[in-house]
């Protein structure tokens, strides 16, 4: 079913230019906000506690603060809103050292008096397993973007793959410049998010070079913009509906999902955003700039097809007998 229909091709590599001076930018920004305000790492790559209270009314945080003071392990502690007014978390950079001490209790015994609640969470990563976790996550992405790189290039051509990977980093540069300018937690669901943009993006990215690549093969046509225009239209209406589907769930998570997933639905979706701009205005313009050969290319196809009749010629002559 075609719920968009088109008539005309569009000329997305005439405003190519464009794009990626506004991609440029955009990038230049994101690098800019992190030089400058950074990450803020959450308790499960910086280490410390985090200890979620709920109240039956709104969170006296004033006074929560007033009592916090009087004991030494929560120096230093932030309390902010966590979804609600009622709601409210408590980190710190520290942890107890010791296996004996309960943070629970200390902060159920800290906060007596300043209404009811309950402790409905405590978190506890040391500094080592945070630096660990931040080790292995950088690693991660390192290993995907590799992996990612080996995989293009053995389907499509090494120019693709390049493409593929300077999109990715787009996109992933862009996402982060987000994170540290709203100043998100980074946690281990923000590492996912950015993992799972990798993958949304390079879906995209795959299925218009998928196109790229057929119109080429088929095509008598050997201007390489206009074949990118065609294809990019043809795939213009899977691309819309699938982004537009994706990103109304995402936007549901975001604002109905609670604190909980609050950076990871953020991230999701300046990353489905970004992913399906880059897919159409960064990584198939870079194929041009490449200098990507459609007449070599032509070339190269025949010598295969060439090379694969020859063997299937002997082939069927050694299984007949006849050589």
């Not at 800290?110 to 405590?122: A, D, H, I, P, Q």
């Not at 095509?219 to 043809?234: C, F, G, H, K, M």
């Not at 950076?263 to 041009?288: D, E, Q, R």
Request: proline fraction near 2%.
């Amino acid at each position: 079913m075609e719920f968009f229909k088109y008539t005309r091709t569009f000329n997305f590599m005439g405003k190519s230019k464009i794009a990626i001076v506004f991609s440029i930018l955009l990038v230049l920004s994101s690098y800019v906000v992190l030089a400058t305000k950074g990450l803020n790492y959450g308790v499960d790559f910086a280490g410390g506690t985090v200890v979620q209270v709920k109240y039956d009314k709104p969170a006296p945080i004033d006074e929560m603060r007033a009592k916090l003071k009087s004991n030494n392990i929560f120096d230093g502690s932030s309390i902010s809103e966590f979804g609600s007014p009622q709601e409210v978390v408590i980190r710190m950079k520290t942890t107890t050292g010791s296996v004996t001490t309960d943070i629970g209790d200390l902060t159920r015994k800290s906060l007596k008096g300043t209404g009811n609640y309950e402790v409905r969470r405590v978190d506890i990563v040391g500094p080592k397993v945070g630096s660990e976790l931040k080790e292995k996550g950088i690693m991660s992405l390192v290993l995907a973007v590799m992996g990612i790189l080996i995989y293009v290039a053995f389907r499509f051509e090494w120019r693709f793959a390049v493409a593929s990977v300077v999109a990715l980093v787009h996109d992933v540069s862009i996402s982060l410049g987000a994170i540290s300018l709203v100043g998100i937690d980074v946690n281990l669901d923000v590492l996912a998010a950015i993992l799972t943009i990798l993958g949304y993006s390079l879906n995209d990215t795959i299925i218009v070079f998928d196109r790229i690549r057929e119109g080429i093969t088929n095509s008598r046509n050997v201007n390489l913009a206009e074949t990118i225009n065609e294809s990019i239209t043809r795939t213009l209406a899977r691309t819309t509906l699938t982004s537009l589907t994706t990103f109304f769930v995402v936007f549901t998570l975001f604002m109905f999902g609670g604190e909980i997933i609050h950076a990871f639905a953020f991230t999701l979706l300046v990353g489905i955003v970004v992913g399906t701009y880059s897919s159409i205005f960064v990584a198939s313009p870079i194929l041009l700039w490449f200098g990507f050969d459609v007449k070599n290319y032509h070339v190269k196809l025949a010598d295969k097809a060439k090379r694969e009749a020859e063997k299937n010629k002997m082939r069927a002559q050694f299984e007949s007998g006849v050589m």
